[in-house]
């Protein structure tokens, strides 16, 4: 059966901030500290970690949505590539990010705890 989760992170930066920082090299590769080539196109390609994460741009709804197809370098040749959803939401003081990742390949659990440590941990302090 496919893995699927959902976790939510507060940001003390507007949702543009963000969903700029995402699709944009230089700023992905400073929030995160991994190395990050994006795409700001749908159907663009994009890899983040020196390559240990390659997808393409699915949709994009300007500072409220990304959607992309998503994969990692454990991802054998037969698994279908994985879906990753960031929803952000404006508040009273910054913003809310849902990510919400399914399709993952079973047995491969280790990304819920990935995306806190190598995404929500570093983006907070680069915010802050």
Known sequence: MKEKFELKERFNVSASIIYYAWLNSNEHTKMTGGE???STEVGGEFTAWDEYIHGTNK????NKEIIQHWRTAEFSENDEDSELIIRLEDLDEGCELTLIHQNIPEGQSQYKQGWVDHYFIPMKSYFN
């Open 59 to 62: 949709s994009l709804i300007l």
């Open 36 to 38: 990050a080539i994006c």
